[in-house]
Each structure stands twice: as C-alpha cells, then as structure tokens.
Antibody, heavy 120, light 108 residues
Framework: EVQLVESGGGLVQPGGSLRLSCAASGFTVSGNHMSWVRQAPGKGLEWVSSIYSGDSTYYADSVKGRFTISRDTSKNTLYLQMNSLRAEDTAMYFC??????????????WGQGTLVTVSS | EIVMTQSPATLSVSPGERATLSCRASQSVSRNLAWYQQKPGQAPRLLIY???SRATGIPARFSGSGSGTEFTLTIGSLQSEDFAVYYC??????????FGQGTKLEIK
C-alpha cells in the first residue's frame, strides 16, 4: 500500500527556516517523480516544487532561491528545505507522488500534510 | 503561465441529481488535465487524469471530458460523500503546474 507521511511543520518566525520530511512506503522515492503542493488556509492548491529522475528539480517562482527539494533513497524520504520564510508561506504542505510519462505527470497519491505557520 | 478557471465557484445540487463542473485553460493543454476531490481536513484525491481516465478505485459515476481549453467533470447521481471541493490541474506546460481555484459542491 502506498503511503506518504509528512512531518516537520510548525511555527517559525519570518526569516526563519524549516525542513519538511515526507516518509514514503509501498514504493521507492528514487524510482518516482515527487512533488510538494501547498494550500494556504481557506485557499486553493499551489504547486511548489518537483524532483525528477536524475534529480532534476523545479520550483515555483514564489519559492525559487529559498526552497530546496531533495530525497534520501536510503531513508525513502522526500524533503523540502525552506529558508527565508515569509508570512505568505503559511500553508499546509502536502507531498505527492507523480504518475505519468516524462514530464506529463499528475499526482496520484498524497500525504495528509504538515502545517507551516510563519508568524512573529 | 497557464491560468485555469473553474466555474461555478459554488454549485448546489440535490442528492441523486447530476452535477456538472467546468474548467477552462487560458491556452491549450491538450488532454493533460486532472481532477481532484478534497474534503475538509483531508488531502486531495485524484479522480481523473488524461481528461477522461478514472483513477484506481474511483466510481463510474465520475466522468471527465474535454480537450484543448474546455473541460468538464460530471458526477452522476450524487451521493452524500461526493459533496466536497473539486480542483482541476493542468500538467501540459510547466513549470508551473497550475490548479483552478476550485468548485465547492454543496447539498441543495
């Protein structure tokens, strides 16, 4: 059974850092494209970042230069390092497994999310 | 960036009736469109990919259609568990992958 479990969220001051983790089971993160999607309170879904084969990485303009996506194959875990956090980064962060071919992919499994609150 | 626009923002339908949700792309996305369902406090769930292919375990009352810039999600004979927010997402041209703003399906 495919499962994704996020952790690492919490309250952080503006300018601070957090590292989110997404532990996968039932498949290998190394063999799949993976993504992070966020949802601000009461708002819609926003794609944040993806990591593909060969460790190619992609970012939304709103987080480029501040966030870094990575994965640890030995721990079968996806990460999102978030630096220079801003109030507008406050959101539930979901990790998702991508399915499809090449760059034509959709999100077939999602974790339950971890909440990040950026506030002083 | 491709902008996805969903309509209506809120749709009120009685149980047992059919619901039709729309999604429009600002430029062609071919058939590279997915639909997700999200209930309060839960993660989104994949319903449809490739504009019309149902994901694993999704009931046959959910169907998707369209191509290019106009897409439709139809839910036949609404069940109580179908009342939720629905999002469309294009994955034809990215980054960024983009979602619609959502349609809230509520009980009439």
């Amino acid at each position: 059974e495919v499962q994704l479990v996020e952790s690492g969220g919490g309250l952080v001051q503006p300018g601070g850092s957090l590292r989110l983790s997404c532990a996968a089971s039932g498949f290998t993160v190394s063999g799949n494209h993976m993504s992070w999607v966020r949802q601000a309170p009461g708002k819609g879904l926003e794609w944040v970042s993806s990591i593909y084969s060969g460790d190619s990485t992609y970012y939304a303009d709103s987080v480029k230069g501040r966030f870094t996506i990575s994965r640890d194959t030995s721990k079968n875990t996806l990460y999102l390092q978030m630096n220079s956090l801003r109030a507008e980064d406050t959101a539930m962060y979901f990790c998702a497994r991508d399915d499809g071919i090449g760059t034509i992919v959709w999100f077939d499994y999602w974790g339950q999310g971890t909440l990040v609150t950026v506030s002083s | 960036e491709i902008v996805m626009t969903q309509s209506p923002a809120t749709l009120s339908v009685s149980p047992g009736e059919r619901a039709t949700l729309s999604c429009r792309a600002s430029q062609s996305v071919s058939r590279n469109l997915a639909w997700y369902q999200q209930k309060p406090g839960q993660a989104p769930r994949l319903l449809i990919y490739g504009a019309s292919s149902r994901a694993t375990g999704i009931p046959a009352r959910f169907s998707g259609s369209g191509s290019g810039t106009e897409f439709t999600l139809t839910i036949g004979s609404l069940q109580s568990e179908d009342f939720a927010v629905y999002y469309c997402q294009q994955y034809n041209s990215w980054p960024p992958m983009t979602f619609g703003q959502g349609t809230k399906l509520e009980i009439k």
